[in-house]
């Protein structure tokens, strides 16, 4: 496998004892592959794609890239059904592309994470083939088989979680699509191939994994009824059985085997904070583990006020790392979910890049993107999800820099006006404040590290301070439509405006309706 193939050189960390590890001051962007950019005109886009436009994320100043899966798949959920895990599927390129996209990515000083997906596999992995071949087959443990069902429910509305195989006479267990079957990874054989997989892109250099679904890989060996599943939930939105954690240990050894501080950033999707602390384990688990609740928050400060309260409260004693994220390619934009308002998307992306942890962004943020509308025959996910995960629009004119064959799905409202070469022209736009707040935050201790701290506010505005050392800071974000007052003791001056209003100026105590402000004491800047 990784023998034949040279290791890129690592990404060196800081030499100082006392600084910390790189992907506490990390920002990412999350790319969707299919939807960056197509490199060879067949209307997906790909990885010669992605290498050919990593200077739009050089240039808005993320130093991370995560992928979503790229690996070898019969693409029945997008690529996270996967056939090969050491293999890229023909649809994104090739080996040797993906070593092209890291040895590019890690010259210009970006990370690269790909998503790593343990629960399930694809039903045409040669794994799965063997398996359901016979109920002898040494394989046949390698995934998870019963005579009986149980209620458990699966994902992406496939309703029961298991499914007959005539062939072998046995139900096997999938906590999403039929054609996504659950490993077993209670059989030391498969976590020996699974970390095989990670040796394999450890070995070419990857700084790390998301990955999918942490806290599905272990079950409940009882396989007992649940009655969330019969109210009608699938198992996969609260799995979390203390296996998964054993499962996580192991991969974090194996990761913190490596040099240069490969980082695991794991999809918890559980809406409970208190629970998700515990997939960091005590430091021995995941080094980052996403935080939901944002994800499906409307633009409300009382529901924004309560969830960073509880991570503050949680994360902080279990010394656990934040991670911040608004959109990715399950959920609908943010933009979208806030009711379209362009303001409400510039607002929360001050809050984004100003909070206490390291921050996520989704492809297209950054341009104020909102969801594509397809129709009924454009419509590709069986889980509906395909409104987020539409072609970035490059250039101004259609086809928007996709110039090959029609691309796979729709552009999102106003793709000419929004795109990449559109905005950079424009001082005023999402994506150079995106820019500003992110060379904000670069140049701040106390927004990369600082402590976190609320600040007496009118109700419909959140105000919080970051500290550290001398350097502080103080966001403000007005949720209301209208003009609020916020009273803070001495001067200050405004850093960002997520209006676009130039900056530096002096802070006169009033936010305008949805505007949020990034301020410094005057004392400071003088
Ligand atoms: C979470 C991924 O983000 C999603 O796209 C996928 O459908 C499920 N996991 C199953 O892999």
Redesign the pocket.
Known sequence: MAEDRTPVSENPLPAVADEPPWWQDAIVYQIYPRSFADGNGDGVGDLRGIAARLDHVCWLGADTIWL?PVFRSPMA??G??ISDYCDIDPLFGTLADMQALLDAAHARGLRVLLDF?P??TSDQHPWFVASRSARDHPKRDWYIWRDQPNDWRA??GAGSAWTWDAHSGQYYLHL?LPQ?PDLNWRNPEVVAAMHGVLRFWLDRGVDGFRI??AHCVGKDPSFADHPRCLAGEPLAHFNDDPYSHEVLRGIRRLVDSYPGHRVLVG?V?IRSTATVVQYYGAGDELHLSFNFPPLDAPWDPVVFRTCIREVDALLQPAQAWPTWVLS???NERHRTRYGGSLCRARAAALMLLTLRGTPFLFQGEELGLQDCVTLPHERVDP?G?DGSRAPLPWLQAPPHGWDGARPWLPFPPDAGELSVATQRARADSILHLYRALIAQRRASPALRRGSWEELPSPPEVLAYRRRHGDDVRVACINFSAQRQTLALAGQWQVLADSDGVPVPRRFAGELLSDQALLLQPVEAAS
């Open positions: 979503s959920d997008a996270y059904d997906v629960n399930h994902a992406i999403f996504q999918d679904v999809e999707n990715n390619h399950d889980g999800r």
